[in-house]
């Protein structure tokens, strides 16, 4: 069956979060402290990514976008660096730092190529204004901003999926989840959703990440320009 | 206070319904009914949009999206001219062409002016296809989609307002509806937001249109061109 639509995994899959991330904190916090690396200090953050929305996930408090999460989770990150006294604005600027990421090279083509053809959306755990800054700065073009705010839960909650793919009006099987993340397509494929694995080998830096899905994908491509060759067939 | 969102009314506002609905039903039935005035056949299904909305607004029934409610209303509206016998595919092509329509002729290029300084979204009862359908066809770039489906509920409920307020992330008073419609702006000026209107005496047909607002609002324009100039100063 053809597919139709394609929605989108951001931090990780689209965007490179540990680059962007460290290249603010360094900006923010190196004169405080020096000699940090900062990309474990993205790495260190980003931990804190699960743990945090699975208070959402749990029902233990309403749904809050994730530059609150971030901005909870900031202060632990901070403690474990040992960086002191940073005050309120900064904290609020290294959040902000979430918002300016850098697609990886090649996103910005290949999604021009595919929305050509296909329905795009994100399916993030990012919020819509989150959602809508990397769009505008890394110039590319969504047909709806699906996901965590739209759906007031995070993934892997089924209503994410489920509600990407009423809102894009095609069949499950139309709908293609992208990600590069195994547990991620794992979720959408237990909807019924096509999935797409992207490799993203430097996704952590030094500690690697996914170069293939470790659970069956309907595509498994080198990145974002692999697949819309693939689905171009 | 510096506008630094515009969320837009669609149906009378941005696109021309009572024309695109006629021509679709022209196309689909006047070889069953010559002679229908197709102009008032788009009038009578148009006045079934807020009954339809009100058993949702009310918690009578659960959300539904527009197609599911203009398929409902579409047969009311079939008997009151006497077109009988339509087939079920008839019906659902004459649902799809809400998807169709065209946007006023100034609209193409006075969004594409206003989204170079504004975050732009429409602010709809219409679903998210719908308005994905509407956008492609009249080339008009938003950065979200938001409203009825983003809320499940139906204008003028408070949630759609308030809940497009915190999607774009600034005040309500930064944020701006758009409408042609007094009743939409009263609405959200209600909720603290800025509003601006659009007369579309054209909007009926020979019925008019409102060419002026019946309420305050932060703005009055001529066409969105004009709306576009008074927000440049």
Known sequence: ???????????????????????EAERRLQKRKPGVDWGAFSDAWRDQYQPSMERVRSGETPWVDLDTLQRESLDGVLTKFGIEDVSDETKAKLVQGWHKLDAWPEVREAVRSLRKHHLLAPLSNGHVRLMIDLARRNRLRFDAILGAEFSRDYKPKPALYLDAVRALGFTPQETLMVAAHSNDLAAAASHGLATAHIARP??????????APSVPATFAAADLADLARQLEV
Chains 1, 2 share one sequence.
Request: hydrophobic share 40%; net charge positive.
């Open 1 to 23: 069956m053809a597919i139709r639509a394609l929605i989108f995994n951001v931090f990780g899959t689209l965007v490179d979060w540990r680059s962007g991330v460290a290249r």
């Open 202 to 211: 430097r996704e952590y830096g030094p500690g690697g990440g996914e170069t």
